[in-house]
């Protein structure tokens, strides 16, 4: 059972798009010459937001969470983002985005990303850190996946089937969750050949995946073990700001996860 979505915080208008104007002909009885077909019109719509919600948990993320934001915007129905207690601009870039922000105290990484998890109430949910942005292609391949889902869907709705299909999960049938290569980003470029390919998952069907693992580590992971996939283009990761920091919070988590035996 799905659970229902959480009521925001702050709610903000979302932008609309207008309809393509309609081409114009010349009326027959009020001129000499044959009126022309209509010409095709040159103006695209922007597609319109998916059945997603994005889960985000943040504190004091200012400095990486509108690009994360920005980037999930013209997919996402739902935002929803936990946030424990942010003193700098994080809560005013949430709201101008239109986010659900939850005011929680921090709960350690694995069960507050669960609380994410389960306010969320679209059909499908992608998992970001605050410091994490979808690159153009993988917002394309996300687009993909969850409109041939849901066709797929309807279609074995209409069959009196099981609806559901993965298409590129590898093993046919319902694909439950999808995996994401994650790419960090430092000194204004990707780096190619470090902690490559690192595929997470981070894109699952609501109800089918929760939270695991000993903080800080968290993992994702299907309740029932089944086929997954894995969408085309790159999860940016924007964790590293300065190296001494970057260091530091290594240490950090190291500790943490310490703690945690």
């Known amino acids: 059972k799905q659970p229902a979505p959480v009521a925001p915080h702050a709610r903000f208008a979302r932008s609309t798009h207008g309809y393509p104007p309609c081409a114009m002909t010349a009326d027959p009885s009020t001129s000499s010459t044959p009126a022309s077909p209509p010409a095709p019109s040159t103006s695209t719509s922007t597609p319109g937001p998916l059945p997603l919600s994005v889960a985000i948990v943040c504190k004091n993320s200012a400095a990486t969470i509108e690009r994360t934001l920005a980037s999930v915007r013209p997919l996402a129905k739902q935002i929803v983002a936990l946030d424990s207690g942010s003193t700098d601009n994080t809560l005013s870039v949430l709201a101008a985005f239109g986010a659900q922000i939850h005011h929680i105290a921090w709960m350690g990484h694995v069960k507050t990303k669960q609380a994410a998890?389960?306010?969320?109430?679209?059909?499908?949910?992608?998992?970001?850190?605050?410091?994490?942005?979808?690159?153009?292609?993988?917002?394309?391949?996300?687009?993909?996946?969850?409109?041939?889902?849901?066709?797929?869907?309807?279609?074995?709705?209409?069959?009196?089937?099981?609806?559901?299909?993965?298409?590129?999960?590898?093993?046919?049938?319902?694909?439950?969750?999808?995996?994401?290569?994650?790419?960090?980003?430092?000194?204004?470029?990707?780096?190619?050949?470090?902690?490559?390919?690192?595929?997470?998952?981070?894109?699952?069907?609501?109800?089918?995946?929760?939270?695991?693992?000993?903080?800080?580590?968290?993992?994702?992971?299907?309740?029932?073990?089944?086929?997954?996939?894995?969408?085309?283009?790159?999860?940016?990761?924007?964790?590293?700001?300065?190296?001494?920091?970057?260091?530091?919070?290594?240490?950090?988590?190291?500790?943490?996860?310490?703690?945690?035996?």
């Open 117 to 261: 998890l389960e306010a969320c109430g679209e059909p499908w949910i992608l998992c970001l850190d605050s410091d994490e942005s979808v690159e153009p292609a993988l917002a394309d391949d996300l687009r993909a996946v969850i409109t041939a889902d849901g066709h797929l869907r309807a279609g074995a709705a209409s069959a009196g089937g099981a609806g559901g299909a993965g298409g590129r999960g590898g093993r046919g049938g319902r694909v439950d969750g999808w995996e994401v290569n994650r790419k960090v980003w430092y000194a204004g470029r990707f780096l190619e050949h470090t902690w490559q390919p690192e595929w997470r998952l981070r894109l699952v069907r609501n109800g089918a995946a929760h939270w695991q693992g000993i903080d800080p580590h968290d993992k994702l992971t299907l309740r029932t073990p089944g086929p997954t996939g894995r969408l085309r283009g790159d999860l940016r990761h924007d964790s590293i700001g300065r190296i001494d920091d970057f260091l530091a919070r290594q240490v950090r988590y190291g500790r943490i996860s310490a703690d945690g035996l």
